[in-house]
């Protein structure tokens, strides 16, 4: 009888560890920390976004990803042939939607970084400034003191926002493609 008891014993302890080893949603917990795993769905936007960025020619893998309902973190490392790793952000919904991707590591390639050299550019220049670099100004607003406009380039699939103060241009970045749309 103590064997019968004794198997009963384990199996249910071995049953209550596998358990332990999902959540209710099905994500694996692969930290001792507890945090979820992005969906597989975010995780694979991240990666295009960043492919995205130098024309598919980066070995990019995910680093780490923590499930949010509302967006999911998703690092990416990106290693260029013969060149330095980068490591970029990625804030996704969870059915794939990138809201915002940002590098965080390594320097941006010179052919990627559109919004180089923009600061302190007369805004009078701004508009045949971009047309000349293959943006087209897709809408904008103005607030008390800036002017803040979006530009799409539809060649290199970037979107970059360019904020405007005092007749110069104070701030250019790029955004998540999806604000182009």
Do not use: H
């Not at 995780?43 to 680093?63: F, H, L, P, T, W």
């Not at 309902?69 to 990416?76: I, P, Q, T, W």
């Not at 550019?121 to 003191?145: N, P, Q």
């Not at 800036?146 to 790029?174: D, F």
């Amino acid at each position: 009888m103590t064997t019968a008891i004794k198997i009963t014993v384990l199996t249910v302890v071995g049953l209550t560890l596998a358990a332990c080893g999902t959540t209710d949603l099905g994500y694996s917990n692969k930290e001792s920390s507890g945090s979820r795993q992005a969906t597989s769905a975010a995780e694979s936007a991240c990666m295009a976004a960043v492919n995205r960025q130098y024309g598919s020619k980066y070995d990019v893998r995910v680093s780490s990803s923590e499930y949010s309902e509302a967006n999911s973190l998703v690092m990416v490392d990106a290693n260029p042939v013969g060149g330095m790793t980068e490591r970029w952000r990625c804030l996704v919904s969870n059915d794939g939607k990138v809201q915002d991707l940002s590098l965080t590591q390594g320097k941006p390639k010179a052919s990627q970084s559109s919004s180089a050299n923009l600061v302190g550019m007369r805004a009078g220049s701004l508009d045949a400034e971009m047309a000349g670099r293959g943006f087209k100004s897709i809408g904008g607003y103005k607030t008390a003191d800036a002017a803040v406009t979006t530009w799409w380039n539809a060649g290199s699939r970037e979107c970059l926002s360019v904020e405007t103060r005092q007749g110069r241009v104070s701030k250019a970045e790029t955004i998540a493609d999806d604000n182009c749309r």
